[in-house]
């Protein structure tokens, strides 16, 4: 059995508009690094190469928490040396938190020779994903762990489907902001009204069959929120223009990238994802408001061996 093992674990995109908790996709920039190894001494250390300052203590790091959850079902003695080096920025809502507990999991299912299914690392990845925001939700671990867009139809018990989907060139924007993700939950109306759920039920549906038909119109047409996007986006300044800009400049559509700040714009081609960088670069400059942008793809393999 190998003992030490080094993966990288992608930034993801929750809910891609319409799909509150249910819908992801995996980016193929940014990534974290992280590093774990088998150690002879039983129980878990956490160290950090970054600036971040996260928690080290184990049951406070999302990685952490969801370590914890593997090697309790384990039932068996086990060390574990990990380090995390985050080029995905807490707080961002590019699923940083789910990217520590997934490429966590990740690593150790590898290390411990494959004990694990898919749908076990989800599970206990959501631990982390408790850690940082108080729920337990998959829309990040999901896409992190598969790679590509997926769906989780439900979490209690998981059921998880991976869609195809086009190709899609991914804009993302991050103004440095801070919007913490159980900020932006606690905000959100706990009730919908039945003409409301009418059209995101549709958008939803249309969505998952604009992906699996790679109907881009589709795509298009269904990528519009009308339950969480109007409360969120008051929190993320620029946003409106932003939207409305990059979908004029032939963006397929997008919105709020899980919680925010972060926005993303899916497009068909390379040319307007460069566009629509340009257009995201341009509201924020006029803004005032510092920014990172990415212009990546889907990523396909979602948790990666890195071999050096
Ligand atoms: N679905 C979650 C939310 C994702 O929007 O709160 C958080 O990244």
Not at 178 to 185: F, I, K, Y
Not at 203 to 227: H, P
Not at 238 to 247: D, H, L, N, S, T
Request: include cysteine; hydrophobic fraction near 40%.
């Amino acid at each position: 059995m190998s003992k030490r093992m080094k993966i990288s674990a992608p930034a993801t995109v929750a809910n891609l508009v319409c799909g509150f908790d249910i819908l992801g996709l995996a980016l193929e920039d940014p990534c974290d690094i992280m590093e774990l190894e088998c150690s002879d001494e039983p129980g878990l250390r956490i160290r950090h190469t970054d600036n971040y300052a996260l928690p080290v203590v184990p049951e406070l790091n999302v990685a952490g928490a969801a370590l914890l959850a593997l090697m309790e079902e384990l039932q068996e003695p086990v060390g574990f040396d990990l380090t995390i080096t985050k080029c995905i920025k807490p707080g961002s809502g590019l699923g940083s938190s789910a990217a520590s507990s997934a490429g966590a999991v990740v690593a150790a299912n590898k290390l411990l020779g494959g004990r694990f299914s898919g749908m076990d690392l989800v599970r206990f990845a959501m631990n982390g994903e408790k850690v940082a925001s108080g729920v337990k939700h998959a829309d990040n671990i999901t896409p992190c762990i598969y790679g590509g867009v997926t769906l989780i139809r439900a979490i209690h018990p998981l059921d998880i489907v991976q869609l195809e989907a086009p190709p899609l060139h991914v804009t993302v924007i991050h103004p440095q902001i801070e919007v913490r993700t159980s900020d932006a939950r606690q905000i959100l109306r706990k009730e919908v009204q039945l003409k409301q759920a009418i059209r995101q039920w549709g958008n939803i549906a249309g969505l998952v069959a604009g992906f699996m038909k790679k109907d881009y119109d589709l795509i298009s047409r269904s990528l519009e929120d009308v339950i969480i996007e109007p409360v969120r986006s008051i929190l993320i300044p620029g946003f409106a223009e932003v939207k409305q800009r990059c979908i004029d400049a032939g963006a397929l559509g997008g919105g709020i990238s899980g919680s925010g700040p972060s926005i993303f714009m899916l497009n068909r081609d390379e040319e307007t994802a460069r566009k629509v960088e340009a257009i995201m670069k341009d509201v924020y400059e006029k803004i005032g408001i510092d920014y990172k942008t990415y212009v990546t793809k889907v990523n396909m393999e979602g948790v990666k061996e890195i071999r050096d």
